[in-house]
């Protein structure tokens, strides 16, 4: 067993040159990598659970989007967006793979992580060879972007860890059922200490800025061409829904099955959006569809 090495790679945007770190876990000489990305206001430490369960038969690389974690900080928020988180993974990947492995590879994404994978697998040429799609689609329901809008960019200071860990406990609720330990380990993986000593959440909040300028019409736009992209895909697909999620719907992922890469669809029970495969039943699942 090997423990995680936390690395890093320069990526551009418009705006300048930023590093996008990473964990990486497993043997470093393992030509079968695993990326596993994260959703909009989590971290690559997410998946240190899954990264263990899996680094026996992957080398298994865990970023942390830019504006997020260790990663940098964009010069220009308004480029918090997918094309430009596509193209950060673009070179990760590059970094992280010999030069023409032909077997490319495998991608887990959660939430924003997922629409990352959804427009990388579509590409032509793309190096995503089997994939992951945990709790999203391309219809991305309104109510439920509302509420991520409106607490991604509130500027929230705790004086203390506890408080801070209530909160994003709270905020998170529709994870489902975890342990104390488990719950511990999902809070303090997202806050930090500022140089105050406040508790806050480990991310820009300049994130916030590419939701509050989304128009009805970009949404319907941006809708359209995620589908476009989930039809241009053409590997084996994982489609994981939680029973009450309310960003991907029963009647989507029906929807999502019938075109594209037809994914096979799983259901968890008991959890909204979105799943946070830490634990053993849910790792189970992913290990079934990315080794078998």
């Known amino acids: ?117 959804m427009v990388l697998a579509s590409l032509d040429n793309s190096p995503i060879q089997r994939l992951v ?21 509130q500027d929230l200071r705790f004086p203390d860890f506890a408080t801070g860990a209530e909160y994003v406990k709270t905020v998170s609720m529709s994870f489902g059922p975890h342990t104390e330990e488990e719950w511990h380990k999902l809070c303090s993986d997202v806050l930090r200490q500022d140089a105050d000593g406040r508790w806050v959440r480990h991310y820009d909040l300049g994130l916030a800025q590419p939701f509050r300028a989304l128009t009805p019409e970009r949404a319907s736009a941006d809708e359209a061409s995620l589908w476009t992209a989930f039809d241009a895909i053409r590997c084996p697909t994982l489609l994981v829904r939680g029973e009450h999620s309310d960003l991907l719907s029963r009647e989507t992922a029906a929807l999502m099955a019938t075109r594209g890469p037809r994914p096979r669809v799983v259901e968890i029970p008991g959890v909204g959006h979105a799943p946070t495969f830490i634990q053993a039943h849910q790792i189970a ?8």
């Open 285 to 292: 699942i992913a290990r079934e569809f990315l080794i078998g």
């Open 1 to 117: 067993m090997f423990d995680a090495r936390l690395k890093t790679v320069q990526c551009s945007s418009p705006a300048g040159l930023h590093r996008v770190a990473y964990k990486e876990w497993g043997d470093p000489a393992n030509p079968k990598v695993l990326v596993c990305v994260h959703g909009v206001t989590r971290v690559g430490d997410d998946f240190d659970h899954l990264a263990r369960a899996l680094c026996d038969e992957y080398r298994v690389v865990c970023p942390d989007v830019v504006g997020r974690g260790r990663s940098d900080r964009l010069r220009n928020p308004e480029f918090y967006t997918i094309p430009q988180y596509v193209a950060d993974m673009v070179t990760l990947v590059a970094r992280v793979t010999a030069p023409g492995d032909a077997d490319g590879v495998h991608w887990f994404g959660t939430s924003m992580g997922g629409l990352i994978g």
């Open 133 to 153: 799609l945990n709790d999203i689609g391309p219809v991305l329901d309104g109510t439920a972007m509302q509420r991520i809008a409106e607490y991604i960019g």
